[in-house]
């Protein structure tokens, strides 16, 4: 089992930035497929990007692609999520994620252990 903990949020204004962390418990971070997922006020929570165990496969929402993205370090069991041209549509809880594998497309992508989310607000 792995226990996530996100942090790095905040507000920020339209087209601004952020970088979200996530530290993960455990010695078998390297074999894990992360994720980035999020939920807006009122809406269902939706996958963000995820990223193989040797971030050789990676996986952008469209609506993020080529703002976002998503990285690794496995020697200090984190992965990150750089925020680029950030919206307020972007404005969400942001949970990071973990799982065996990548199952693309799913629902939940193949992610298993999820973290208690930090807060992006973007301002126009």
């Known amino acids: 089992q792995v226990q996530l903990v996100e942090s790095g949020g905040g507000l920020v204004q339209a087209g601004g930035s952020l970088r979200l962390s996530c530290a993960a418990s455990?010695?078998?971070?390297?074999?894990?497929?992360m994720g980035w997922f999020r939920q807006a006020p009122g809406k269902e929570r939706e996958f963000v990007a995820t990223?193989?165990?040797?971030?050789?496969?990676?996986y952008y929402a469209g609506s993020v692609k080529g703002r976002f993205t998503i990285s690794r370090d496995n020697a200090k069991n984190t992965v990150y999520l750089q925020m680029n041209s950030l919206k307020p549509e972007d404005t969400a809880v942001y949970y990071c994620?973990?799982?065996?594998?990548?199952?693309?497309?799913?629902?939940?992508?193949?992610?298993?252990?999820w973290g208690k989310g930090t807060l992006v607000t973007v301002s126009s």
């Open positions: 994620a973990a799982g065996g594998r990548i199952v693309v497309g799913t629902e939940n992508w193949g992610m298993d252990y």
């Open positions: 990223i193989n165990w040797s971030g050789g496969r990676i």
């Open positions: 455990g010695r078998t971070f390297s074999s894990y497929a």
